[in-house]
């Protein structure tokens, strides 16, 4: 089943996709293309991982991990399916990462990866966008770089597990403009859904609605203002953003980590 919460003639709804339509809680339909899209679920915490694919490592040129990287990606970064991203003014580098994103069913803690999958509410598109210039090593929780307001779009969909069967055989791509910028499958993850869940839960509660974020292939490349981002990943739909520039009164970004003592 696929689940979306959207706004529709003034009101708002929660429904699932039947066919090419929206049916809410009264069995209205509503045309995907005529709704305004919400986040999918509202989570307590998003739990990122970095460099969890081993292409993905070697493309930055990193030493791959001993165990998972993860940072906390900031509710206000999360942004829904056709919401515009802002791009901080001044931003040298800035790039889209399509992830696979996990989002816990209940809550979890001291959960071992082969009963992890009882605790698994679903599947989502995720876009883990980042300022590159302010990455220089992955020891740094990449705050600045990856927790901007609208850096993670989410959705469209909640899709529940009885319609991925295998959620490590899912094909994910990345279109900007239309050009096919990223392909990856999630066969090549490092670090499985389960193993992370087991890891994260050793010392923490892992809550109904939290969502982790797990990783993303090569194929990273710059997005500009004017860009729209498509990423897609087999059996989830696609999750669309348009780019805009960062209001003329921000103050223009400096750049590199280290340019300001």
Do not use: C
Not at 223 to 228: A, I, S
């Amino acid at each position: 089943m696929k689940t979306a919460r959207f706004f529709s003639r003034g009101r708002q709804h929660s429904g699932t996709l039947q066919g090419d339509v929206l049916l809410d809680a009264a069995g209205e339909a509503h045309h995907p293309d005529e709704v305004q899209f919400l986040l999918p679920v509202t989570p307590g915490k998003v739990i990122a991982l970095a460099l969890n694919y081993a292409d993905h490592v070697a493309e930055l040129g990193f030493k791959q991990p001993e165990e998972p990287v993860m940072f906390l990606k900031p509710n206000t970064s999360l942004l829904p399916h056709r919401g515009t991203v802002e791009y901080p003014r001044g931003a040298q580098f800035m790039h889209y990462e399509v992830e696979l994103g996990i989002v816990i069913g209940r809550d979890a803690r001291r959960v071992k990866a082969r009963d992890a999958g009882d605790y698994i509410g679903g599947y989502t598109i995720a876009n883990d966008l980042v300022v590159r210039d302010y990455v220089s090593n992955y020891y740094r929780p990449p705050m600045r770089a990856k927790g901007w307001d609208t850096f993670g779009p989410l959705g469209p969909y909640l899709v529940t597990p009885d319609e991925v069967p295998d959620p490590y055989a899912l094909g994910l791509r990345a279109f900007v403009n239309g050009e096919l910028r990223q392909e990856g499958n999630t066969r090549d993850m490092i670090l499985r859904g389960p193993e992370l869940i087991e890891f994260m839960s050793r010392f923490m509660t892992l809550q109904a609605g939290d969502i982790i974020l797990t990783g993303t292939p090569k194929g990273v490349s710059h997005v500009r203002p004017g860009d729209v981002m498509r990423l897609e990943i087999d059996s989830l739909g696609a999750l669309e953003n348009p780019v805009a520039l960062e209001d003329e009164s921000a103050e223009p970004l400096i750049a590199q980590e280290g340019a300001r003592q």
